[in-house]
């Protein structure tokens, strides 16, 4: 009953010669596969394609920046107040004495006021004036803002500085009516309405 289950002897004794070959065929066509995939997985991962190498080129995008300089930037300044004039080009020095007169600006005293209803005219006409060393006893508005050009009175015992403040004036403005009618009654021996 022991030889029952006992195989075939010719299964025993000679091993399956088909059966061999066909794992070693296996185990390489495995082990290739392998092979293969892991060269796949390193072209793709280290070495970079062609899409790749463009899409990674940086540019860099240029930013403005302003260096400081020692040169001041100009500024625009409005200059609807400012007439256009056919005087001498060049102011005198801040002398107060006219040297063509002989004439000291600084003895004579000015009322500046705004004709034209533009902010600051008074106030520019006054720092002008002061320049040439005239002294400035006030600023302000004139009865109307309808003035034309520049307006200039003096008292008639200051009739000698009508030229002159004419002179002065021209610089930086048109100027249009002057008289020496100003009222005795003024505190400033001179006054002057800036126009439009």
Known sequence: MDNQFQPPLA??????????????????????LLLLGVGYLVVQYFLPSKNETKSLTITPTPTEYQFPTDTPTPQA?????????TGPT???TT????????????????????????AGVAAKASD?????????????????????????QVKSTKSKYLTLLKKD?????????????????STADALIIIGK
Do not use: W
């Open 77 to 85: 300044t409005p200059t609807a107040s400012l007439k256009p004039t």
């Open 128 to 152: 002008i004036l002061k320049g040439f060393g005239y002294k400035v006893a006030s600023t302000g508005n004139a009865d109307n803002y309808d003035y034309q050009d520049v307006t200039i």
């Open 11 to 32: 299964q025993a004794n000679y091993p399956n010669q088909g059966s061999g070959k066909s794992k070693k065929f296996l185990f390489i066509v495995i082990f290739l």
């Open 95 to 118: 002398n107060p004495v006219d040297q063509a007169s002989g004439l000291d600006r600084s003895t004579l005293s000015v009322e500046v006021q705004n004709g034209s209803g533009e």
């Open 169 to 185: 004036l021209g610089f930086s403005y048109t100027v249009g009516t002057t008289s020496a009618d100003l009222s005795s009654e």
């Open 90 to 92: 060049t102011k005198p």
